[in-house]
């Protein structure tokens, strides 16, 4: 690294400030909503919808950073979604009505959602073709990183300070981050300036469509999914709009967003697994907390340091992985890193509700040294052909789809937790009979100690027969988080064939820069 200038790093750490934010501020939200309710005046189902509304903001920004980028200038629209993200941080935290907190969420997230694709643009064209896996685990630290910091962060300020905090401590933060942007970071002089005619067609399917893709996503289970006509029709909608703007993107001369970029085999490869590998790695961030909480009786804020060892493997892992892509083949790399985590995912699929931070810890550590494997490399390969003056677009695409993976991952898991803990308890419930001896044993023992107690008989009865619907639902629950936990191993299973698709590089670098075959 002894080629680096310094000035490299500084243009890392810049931009790696806003793309942080941008993406804790989707996590660290979530444990203040409870708190919010009561602020509000508003049930759970309501205030989702500030963590939604971020979301969909968000995901049209993020998409239309290079189209952005080409109208104004990268660095511009770096700090004007800057400037956009902490003027919604300061609002939100001012916020005294639902609907304002709506209106300054949305504006938070138009600011965040453009921050994580420009970051990962400048920092891969700042760095040389040798140094991409550096860049890229550097890209990494912040990116990753963030969703596990969140819940830590946003809890603690919450229980000691009220949830405005979450909203006011991004405030110091994003004019330090804007402050180096503004000193260190440049547009280089082959990046396409000036759009001769804006496309208003793609703005607004693009709008339509991303928007009801997340309603879809998030609120869906909510809703019973299809049973509800409403998300029916959410559904046909967003199909429409998203087929309608893809054939339309590729008619016309200056597409707000580029979807011609995809003829790039390797680029197709990289999203799709991405797409994939968001599934299981959301599904992850959002089944931990949740498991902790409702199971093990944490509050919010140990429930978030649970992820929080992962976060620190991840540290540790992504220069190291940095260094190995080049000098090893990235399928190699990516299918150890899937083997690793799913080594992780099959431990945690067999935890029981007697389960620790003893019995969590290992497992998550042991995750947090596979997934960089995975992440740095696959978002390396996905960028390393693609023409210089499409870096922006291309990045946007590749997180739309990560984030719309992790959408598709919170959407199955809800799902498949609610439905398969109501399968595993009319299991369970079945075998809730004077004819198993178990049972009958431990229904006499827990009435005995109730009547002993000074309880009426028929009390203890009712108690008792109360407590072991408690147990058998709490049995049930623990049975289902095992089985997402199973599944998201499956998910990680089937990204094996999609990674050997990637078009295949040489086990030998030249000068440190993969040579395809």
Same mark, same amino acid.
């Not at 997934?371 to 740095?376: A, K, L, N």
């Given at each position: 690294?002894?080629?680096?200038?310094?000035n490299?790093?500084m243009v890392g750490v810049?931009?790696?400030i806003?793309a942080f934010m941008?993406?804790?501020?989707?996590?660290?939200?979530?444990?203040?909503l409870p708190?919010?309710?009561?602020?509000?005046?508003? @049930?759970?189902s309501?205030?989702?919808?500030? !963590?939604?509304a971020?979301s969909?903001?968000?995901?049209?920004?993020?998409?239309m950073?290079?189209?952005?980028?080409?109208l104004?200038?990268?660095?511009?629209?770096?700090?004007?979604?800057?400037?956009?993200?902490t003027?919604?941080?300061?609002? !939100?935290?001012?916020s005294h009505?639902f609907?304002?907190m %709506?209106i300054?969420?949305?504006?938070?997230?138009?600011g965040g959602?453009?921050?994580v694709?420009?970051?990962?643009a400048?920092?891969?064209?700042?760095?040389?073709?040798?140094?991409q896996?550096m860049a890229?685990a550097?890209?990494?630290?912040g990116?990753?990183?963030?969703p596990?910091v969140?819940?830590?962060l946003?809890?603690?300020?919450?229980?000691?300070?009220?949830w405005?905090?979450?909203?006011?401590?991004n %405030?110091p933060?994003?004019?330090?981050?804007?402050l180096?942007?503004?000193s260190?970071?440049h547009?280089?002089p082959y990046?396409r300036?000036g759009?001769?005619k804006?496309?208003?067609?793609?703005i +607004? /399917?693009?709008?339509?469509g991303?928007?009801g893709?997340?309603?879809?996503l998030e609120r869906?289970?909510?809703? @019973?999914w299809?049973?509800?006509?409403? %998300?029916?029709?959410t559904?046909?909608?967003t199909?429409?709009?998203l087929?309608?703007l893809?054939?339309w993107?590729?008619?016309?001369?200056?597409?707000? =967003?580029?979807f011609? +970029?995809?003829? @790039?085999?390797q680029?197709?490869?990289?999203? /799709?697994v =991405?797409?994939?590998?968001g599934?299981?790695?959301?599904g992850?961030?959002?089944?931990?907390?949740q498991?902790?909480?409702?199971?093990l009786?944490?509050p &919010?804020?140990?429930?978030?340091l649970?992820?929080?060892?992962?976060?620190?493997?991840?540290?540790?892992?992504?220069p190291i992985v940095?260094?190995?892509y080049n000098?090893?083949?990235?399928?190699q790399?990516?299918i150890?890193?899937? &083997?690793v985590v799913c080594v992780?995912?099959?431990q945690l699929a067999?935890?029981?509700?007697s389960?620790?931070?003893?019995n969590?810890?290992?497992?998550?550590?042991?995750?947090?040294?596979g997934?960089?494997? %995975?992440?740095?490399t696959?978002?390396?390969?996905?960028?390393?052909?693609l023409?210089?003056?499409?870096?922006?677009?291309?990045?946007?695409?590749?997180n739309?789809?990560?984030?719309v993976g992790? @959408?598709?991952?919170?959407?199955?898991v809800?799902?498949?937790?609610?439905?398969?803990?109501?399968?595993?308890h009319?299991?369970?419930?079945?075998? +809730?009979?004077?004819f198993n001896?178990n049972f009958?044993?431990?229904?006499h023992?827990?009435?005995?100690?109730?009547y002993r107690?000074?309880?009426?008989?028929?009390?203890?009865?009712e108690a008792?027969m109360?407590?072991?619907n408690?147990?058998?639902s709490q049995?049930?629950e623990?049975?289902?988080y095992?089985d997402?936990?199973?599944f998201?191993m +499956?998910i990680?299973?089937f990204?094996?064939?999609?990674v050997?698709?990637?078009?295949?590089?040489?086990?030998?670098f030249d000068s440190?820069v &993969?040579v395809?075959?």
């Open positions: 690294m002894d080629d680096l200038k310094p490299k790093w810049s931009v790696m806003g941008g993406v804790m501020d989707v996590s660290v939200v979530n444990v203040a708190h919010m309710m009561g602020s509000f005046g508003q @049930n759970l309501a205030i989702t919808w500030v !963590a939604t971020y969909i903001a968000a995901v049209i920004m993020l998409t950073a290079g189209w952005w980028s080409t104004v200038g990268r660095k511009n629209f770096y700090l004007f979604s800057f400037v956009i993200f003027v919604g941080s300061i609002l !939100a935290g001012m009505t609907a304002q %709506i300054c969420r949305i504006l938070q997230g138009m959602g453009s921050l694709p420009l970051a990962q400048i920092i891969r064209e700042t760095f040389s073709k040798k140094e896996g890229m550097l890209f990494s630290m990116v990753v990183v963030a596990a969140g819940p830590v946003g809890g603690w300020l919450t229980d000691h300070y009220g405005a905090w979450i909203f006011y401590i %405030i933060i994003s004019l330090v981050g804007m180096m942007v503004a260190f970071v547009d280089p990046l300036r759009i001769k804006i496309d208003i067609v793609g +607004i /399917l693009l709008t339509v991303l928007t893709l997340q309603v879809f869906g289970q909510q809703e @019973n299809f049973d509800s006509p409403w %998300i029916l029709w559904a046909v909608f199909v429409i709009s087929v309608s893809v054939l993107e590729l008619s016309v001369a200056e597409p707000v =967003v580029n011609r +970029i995809f003829k @790039n085999m680029f197709r490869m990289g999203v /799709l =991405v797409l994939v590998f599934v299981a790695l959301y992850t961030t959002f089944i931990l907390p498991f902790t909480q409702r199971l009786n944490y &919010a804020y140990q429930a978030g649970v992820l929080m060892p992962r976060a620190v493997a991840l540290m540790f892992v992504l940095g260094k190995l000098y090893v083949d990235p399928r790399l990516m150890y890193g899937i &083997a992780s995912y099959f067999h935890l029981a509700t389960a620790g931070y003893g969590i810890v290992p497992i998550l550590l042991l995750m947090g040294t997934m960089p494997f %995975i992440f740095v696959l978002s390396t390969v996905s960028l390393s052909t023409e210089k003056e499409n870096t922006t677009s291309a990045t946007g695409l590749f739309l789809f990560q984030q992790g @959408n598709i991952g919170y959407a199955i809800a799902t498949l937790l609610e439905r398969n803990s109501q399968i595993h009319a299991y369970l419930a079945e075998h +809730i009979s004077r001896y009958v044993n431990l229904f023992q827990m009435v005995g100690g109730m107690h000074g309880m009426a008989l028929g009390r203890a009865r008792a109360a407590m072991v408690g147990l058998v049995q049930s623990m049975m289902a095992n997402i936990s199973m998201l +499956i990680f299973l990204c094996v064939p999609l050997l698709m990637i078009p295949v590089y040489k086990g030998q440190g &993969a395809e075959m």
